[in-house]
């Protein structure tokens, strides 16, 4: 991640994986959130199971920050935040989904 | 198995160059994450650190309470200053605040009105207009500027995306140490430079870095509702939206209907004339048997009863909120009690109550105060480091054609005078904000917020200089007026209250005396640092040794003298 010369190539690739590593990330953990807290409300109370997957939301978002700068290429930093974010968005969505083809 | 590939030397560089180069670029995240919002950072973890002694700052902002007697009177006499509210809140007071605090509203979801009062007479105390120690509060958290501020929900984001980034600047920098325990002990003031930045920077990092994760993470986790509503959205996804009202109750263990959500106009009924506040209060402390008592409150619930809520003390548990116990405002029968009690709930009241601090007793308070100050000197070496760092590298890239004056690079600078207006142009405004306490007139209109005038355009001022010497001349300068003004503000004390030294020593009011004496360390200690720094000095270290003639780079590299001087 490191040159001399910061050239125009180098400043987008590094803003593209900063806006990667903050949306992305963010998108990832409130997904991570939405799921795990539907998940968990089958075994617990809700606001236990929100308070839970809240709590782990950070190390979430943390990770993939970190991920969106040490992923080798920019278009891996982007997949690799928001692919498992669409994949768990969806899965907190689907009893919703579900509820409307009824 | 294990030992073919364990062994094969290819495989080994492979694996030891991927666990460099994840490395690297956690370091590279680790020092922009903390640079990009430092100086604010800074500002938050100073401001914050400050606030474990709100109550305190409270005091000395408002001298008028002074001297109060001990609590006698019972409560229910102070209710009766109020005819007509429809809500009103007690606080009680304790070893920390001596005057009774009463907040109460005549409407059914205005502004609250405050009211001081002798804990014995019931009279009312007529203190200084003043936000007193609630501002560096209230700014940490929301970056409050004014007394009544249109900007909070916006000021909390900008806090929240800035302990983001704490976070994982913390993370990222325990990834980045590789000799995390060596690193603790290793401390090479006299190497001076760079080194000395570094080493400084790790060991206020490492001293008590579960301090500053348990710090960032209870602060995101505190306005969680705001910043990761995700959760709540799903999990509490009613027919008519997201019902968070029941999310807030089950948060405290309240029972959800006992919560009203009123509009600014609607029409509540006042509070019945006469409450049996002293049997309520005796049923409280039967209950909660040796605790004390932190607040009451009266109120209407969303079925109109009348309810009074007592809290138990802040002090009595590390789980935040307190136990709270409702009574029927008429009978006085009890309603219910109030807790969070289920493992993730207490789990988040424990982080919550450790990050107001207010469990601790005057001892664990001053350690606190002194891991938030470590906490800031961390975010303090880091920022100057980043500085020192890179005109360290201009320098060499330079010296080939160092014939004419190097200009900085403009984000060097930037960061050089960003650095000086938040380092040494912070601790200034604070002292500026408190001076202006004691020298606005009593009378002035609107003078909480004048107060914050001086606070901001002392800041403001700091950044004017910092921006026009981004040097050690501009370092001196403010850090040279921010220790006056620390040291001056016992001396105002005395001249415009009887609340001084020469009177609080005397007759050991410590709490009074150690405020003026803190604030004469803290004005000593700025001031020796202004002195170290001025313009002119040599630089210790292997810089001064060789007697390298200084480049300009090099003068701006701000405060190379800082660690070396702590040996």
């Given amino acids: 991640m490191k040159t001399t010369h910061p050239g125009w190539r180098y400043r987008l690739a590094i803003t593209s994986r900063a806006l990667a590593a903050t949306a992305g990330g963010y998108a990832l953990a ?73 | 198995m294990t030992d073919a590939t364990a062994s094969s030397p290819a495989l080994r560089a492979a694996r030891e160059q991927a666990r460099e180069g994840f490395r690297q670029a956690m370091s590279w995240l680790h020092t922009w994450a903390g640079l990009v919002l430092g ?58 605040q001596n005057a009774v605090t009463l907040l109460w509203r005549d409407t059914g979801n205005g502004r609250f009105e405050t009211l001081l009062m002798n804990p014995q007479t019931g009279e009312t105390v007529d203190a200084r207009k003043t936000m007193g120690g609630e501002f560096f509060y209230r700014f940490h958290y929301e970056l409050r500027t004014a007394q009544k501020s249109r900007w909070a929900i916006e000021g909390r984001w900008v806090v929240g995306v800035a302990t983001m980034l704490m976070f994982i600047a913390l993370l990222t920098g325990v990834v980045t140490h590789r000799r995390i325990f060596k690193d603790f002990f290793t401390f090479r003031p006299a190497k001076g430079g760079q080194r000395a930045w570094l080493d400084a920077h790790n060991v206020t990092g490492v001293l008590v870095l579960p301090f500053y994760l348990m710090i960032t993470f209870s602060g995101l986790m505190i ?17 008519k939206g997201v019902d968070s009202q029941t999310y807030f109750a089950d948060l405290q263990g309240e029972k959800p209907e006992r919560r009203v959500r009123r509009n ?59 136990e709270r116990m409702l009574f029927h405002g008429t009978t006085g029968a009890v309603l219910e009690q109030t807790d969070a009690t289920t493992p993730a709930a207490v789990t988040y009241g424990v982080l919550y109550g450790l ?48 014939d004419g004056p190097l200009r900085l690079p403009f984000g060097q600078r930037l960061v050089a005078s960003l650095n000086i207006a938040s380092l040494a142009g912070l601790p200034l405004a604070c002292a500026v904000y408190m001076a202006s306490n004691r020298l606005i007139p009593l009378d002035a209109p609107e003078r909480p917020d004048a107060e914050l005038s001086y606070f901001f355009g002392a800041w403001g001022v700091a950044l004017l200089w910092g921006v026009l010497f981004p040097n050690r001349r501009g370092w001196s300068l403010v850090l040279a007026l921010a220790g006056a003004a620390w040291a001056a503000l016992p001396l105002l004390n005395a001249l415009t209250t009887s609340t001084h030294l020469g009177i609080s020593l005397p007759a050991g009011d410590w709490l009074w005396a150690g405020m003026d004496l803190s604030f004469l360390a803290t004005g000593a200690l700025l001031s020796w640092l202004a002195w170290r720094l001025r313009p002119g000095r040599p630089l210790p270290g292997k810089a001064g040794r060789k007697a390298e003639v200084p480049t300009r780079a090099a003068a701006m590299a701000t405060p190379d003298a800082l660690p070396a001087s702590q040996a």
């Fill in chain 1, 30 to 102: 409130a997904a991570f959130t939405a799921a795990l807290s539907l998940a968990l409300a089958q075994a617990m109370p809700r606001v236990e199971a929100v308070l839970t997957a809240t709590m782990l939301a950070w190390l979430v978002y943390a990770g993939a920050a970190g991920w969106a700068f040490y992923a080798r290429t920019a278009w891996g930093a982007w997949g690799g935040t928001l692919l498992p974010a669409l994949l768990l968005g969806a899965g907190a969505m689907a009893p919703r989904w579900l509820e409307t083809l009824q």
């Fill in chain 2, 39 to 96: 100086w604010l950072l800074f500002a938050i973890f100073l401001t914050g650190t400050l606030s474990f002694f709100k109550t305190e700052l409270n005091l000395w902002m408002r001298p008028e309470l002074h001297g109060m007697p001990p609590a006698t009177a019972d409560v229910a006499a102070m209710n009766r200053k109020v005819p007509d509210v429809t809500q009103w809140i007690l606080r009680m007071p304790d070893e920390r």
């Fill in chain 2, 223 to 239: 306005f969680h509702t705001l910043y990761m509503p995700s959760g709540i959205a799903a999990a509490y996804q009613g027919p």
């Fill in chain 2, 264 to 322: 600014p106009g609607d029409k509540v009924e006042p509070l019945p004339a006469a409450m049996p506040l002293a049997a309520i209060l005796e049923a409280a402390r039967q209950r909660w048997e040796g605790g004390r008592i932190g607040g009451i409150q009266a109120r209407r619930d969303a079925q109109g009863t009348p309810v009074v809520e007592v809290t138990r003390h802040e002090g009595d548990r590390l789980q935040y909120r307190p």
């Fill in chain 2, 355 to 402: 990050h107001l601090g207010r469990f601790a007793g005057p001892g664990m308070r001053w350690v606190l105060m002194g891991f938030g100050l470590l906490g800031s000197l961390m975010i303090a070496t880091g920022m100057v480091l980043w500085s020192v760092k890179r005109s360290a590298q201009g320098q060499r890239k330079g010296s080939a054609a160092a």
